[in-house]
């Protein structure tokens, strides 16, 4: 590639034309590009393949929630379109004088990240595991440039010295990938944002251009609000938490989260037992009528959920199993004519069979019916 630069600047010659008469070639530019980036792209691909695995490791490894992790080698015609691009300080000399060196993105990698949060936390992980050549906030650069576009991080790195010595590394040795993050509002704007045609405020008429900065408020707000949002879930789930620890009760509403806590107290935890399953449990609760854990307690006390358990199913069973017993011996037609599934025949029948088989062993069955509270 620098031998095309060569030919057409070398101007020893005496009676060779001045440089600023020289017509640069971008024909052959291009096409020589398109040549040395088909045989390097299988090599980019396997790039951009490891960083994503490297990152995905790491992000579960932290426990860091998100979207998505994207990877992809810039296709031909996108590099060979870059490679083309004129300098913006000499329109007839390449942008790029030695596009396999100069262009930075040929191995990119996409972070989507739900939360704003989260955009930091990925920030640690990619300056723990990667040499980060440089770092750049498009958020930045679109307010000094006052113009529209998505926001998002973006950096250039490197494999660590220590990464490039394993033998499944080192075929990467020097390359440099690109890695972009944002949240998924972000995204959003960028996936659109080939549709929006006016990029800079100093052409966009007055009515687009206030419809833009309320759009773009809009998100930027929305972003910060699901942020807000999280962070007091993740409060209140600590509460509730510290609250069934403690013993206060009646201070919890029912969720999923809370529901296993108590559980894992009441009968002791059980690692086989799906969210899904809390969830499920929660709106069966909500939908009887409780409200708080103060009256689930004081449905069940007294009974033994062991011992119910094998009269009904004949051997020790899972803690939501055991809990569906006690709660059954608890409220005893209640529980029957609340359930979500009182309408169904099959239903009322099984657990009508089920207080029988109690009554006749010689359990009390209860009456409960929540309150509201």
């Not at 020589?32 to 490297?54: F, S, V, W």
């Not at 590099?79 to 083309?84: H, I, L, N, P, R």
């Not at 990464?163 to 440099?176: M, S, T, V």
């Not at 900065?213 to 609000?225: M, P, S």
């Amino acid at each position: 590639m620098e031998s095309i630069f060569v030919t057409y600047f070398n101007l020893s010659n005496m009676d060779a034309p001045a440089a600023s008469e020289v017509q640069f070639d971008f024909n052959h530019h291009r096409s020589e590009a398109i040549r040395e980036y088909q045989q390097k792209r299988q090599l980019y691909k396997r790039y951009a393949e490891q960083i994503k695995a490297i990152l995905r490791e790491s992000l579960n490894r932290a426990r860091i929630r998100i979207a998505s992790v994207e990877e992809r080698a810039k296709t031909v015609d996108s590099f060979a379109d870059k490679a083309s691009e004129p300098s913006s300080t000499n329109p007839n000399l390449p942008k790029y004088p030695i596009p396999i060196k100069d262009i930075t993105d040929l191995a990119g990698v996409r972070i989507i990240t739900f939360f704003p949060r989260a955009v930091d936390e990925v920030d640690g992980i990619i300056e723990s595991e990667f040499e980060v050549i440089e770092k750049s906030d498009k958020s930045d650069i679109l307010r000094e440039e006052e113009r529209f576009g998505y926001q998002s991080v973006h950096y250039l790195v490197k494999l660590k010295a220590n990464r490039i010595a394993l033998p499944e590394y080192c075929q990467f040795d020097g390359l440099i990938a690109e890695i972009q993050v944002r949240t998924i509002l972000q995204h959003a704007w960028a996936e659109i944002e080939h549709d929006i045609q006016y990029k800079s405020v100093e052409i966009i008429p007055t009515e687009i251009h206030r419809r833009f900065i309320a759009l773009a408020g809009l998100i930027e707000i929305a972003d910060r609000e699901f942020q807000a949002i999280q962070d007091a879930d993740n409060e209140l789930t600590q509460k509730a938490r510290e609250s069934v620890e403690e013993g206060r009760l009646e201070e919890i509403e029912i969720t999923p989260d809370a529901l296993k806590a108590y559980l894992d107290k009441k009968l002791g935890s059980d690692g086989r037992v799906s969210a899904w399953s809390y969830e499920w449990e929660a709106r069966i609760l909500r939908k009887m009528g409780f409200t708080n854990f103060s009256q689930i307690d004081e449905c069940i006390s007294g009974f033994d959920d062991d011992q119910i358990s094998r009269i009904v199913w004949g051997n020790r069973q899972g803690q939501l199993n055991r809990f569906d017993g006690i709660l059954l011996a608890g409220m005893g037609e209640n529980y029957i004519k609340l359930h979500t599934w009182a309408d169904q025949d099959w239903f009322v029948e099984g657990r009508t069979q089920r207080i029988a088989e109690l009554r006749k062993l010689g359990i009390e069955i209860g009456n409960y019916k929540p309150t509201v509270t």
